[in-house]
DNA sequence: TGCCATGTTAAACT
DNA sequence: GAGTTTAACATGGC
């Protein structure tokens, strides 16, 4: 259930497991392609929403979607398996998920600078990659994961509601100021995202997503299907222009 | 119990 | 071919 801070501390919850070796190798993705049986777990990154399994000659490629889980030890209530790495002495699983694998040059590819949860996140390459969406809403602008890889649903309503600006807002409306609070409370935001997930605290802390009234004016919220993503946004009319 | 959703892409349209 | 819309996936929480 994964927005990029999810991610990030899924890895964490693994990273544990880098340089040990695979003993076997299960599930229903578990290509032949890519077998990771007598292989060295060099590395765990992430990027956004996606996880990536390194290996020297290979990497594994998982992305959890909407309903993918994983556990580290096997949980049989759960008949969806799609990844096992057992290890001599611990086990990974991945559930619902989509597994693939690439080269390892895949990951020279990637735009590091647009993780919202990486170290080489951009401020300016943001504003630069947001000004070229004119005429997109900005609810589209914070979902699209080649801007903002990693915000999900759950971060692009509580980051607009804390920069006081409309879901349905075009960026070719926004001033210059406008783009960089969004930038920073989204920023902020999936930080604290994590924070609290961690702390199983998210929940209470969330001052719009599945609200009620708005904590600022007592107002009830609007909860919209907004953009071209057609996704819901929770936003309140009064305090959000 | 039924509905909905923290996501994305491929296929099917225009 | 480009752009847009729909279907599909599959689980858990409310």
């Given amino acids: 259930m994964p927005e990029g801070p999810t991610i990030v501390l899924m890895k964490e919850n693994i990273c544990h497991l880098i340089g040990k070796k695979v003993e076997k190798q299960l599930g229903s993705?578990?290509?032949?392609?890519?077998?990771?049986?007598?292989?060295?777990?060099?590395?765990?990154?992430?990027?956004?929403?996606?996880?990536?399994?390194?290996?020297?000659?290979?990497?594994?490629?998982?992305?959890?979607?909407?309903?993918?889980?994983?556990?580290?030890?096997?949980?049989?209530?759960?008949?969806?398996?799609?990844?096992?790495?057992?290890?001599?002495?611990?086990?990974?699983?991945?559930?619902?998920?989509?597994?693939?694998?690439?080269?390892?040059?895949?990951?020279?590819?990637?735009m590091w600078k647009t993780d919202i949860m990486g170290a080489r996140w951009s401020d300016d390459f943001a504003k630069y990659q947001i000004k070229k969406e004119a005429d997109s809403m900005i609810c589209d602008v914070l979902l699209n994961q080649k801007i903002f890889s990693g915000v999900g649903n759950i971060i692009k309503s509580e980051a607009l509601f804390r920069a006081k600006i409309h879901p349905e807002r075009l960026v070719k409306d926004l001033s210059e100021e406008d783009i960089q609070t969004i930038i920073s409370a989204a920023k902020s935001f999936s930080e604290d995202f994590k924070t609290w997930k961690k702390a199983g605290i998210l929940r209470k802390n969330l001052l719009v997503y599945q609200q009620k009234t708005c904590s600022k004016c007592s107002g009830t919220f609007t909860v919209k299907t907004t953009g071209k993503t057609k996704r819901k946004s929770f936003f309140c009319e009064a305090d959000q222009i």
Wanted: glycine share 4%.
């Fill in 29 to 110: 993705q578990a290509f032949d392609e890519f077998c990771t049986e007598g292989k060295i777990l060099q590395d765990i990154q992430t990027f956004g929403k996606q996880t990536f399994l390194i290996f020297d000659d290979f990497i594994i490629k998982i992305h959890l979607k909407m309903f993918g889980s994983y556990s580290l030890s096997e949980r049989t209530d759960i008949q969806t398996l799609r990844l096992a790495l057992i290890f001599d002495d611990a086990s990974l699983y991945f559930y619902t998920c989509e597994v693939s694998y690439d080269s390892p040059r895949f990951l020279e590819n990637i």
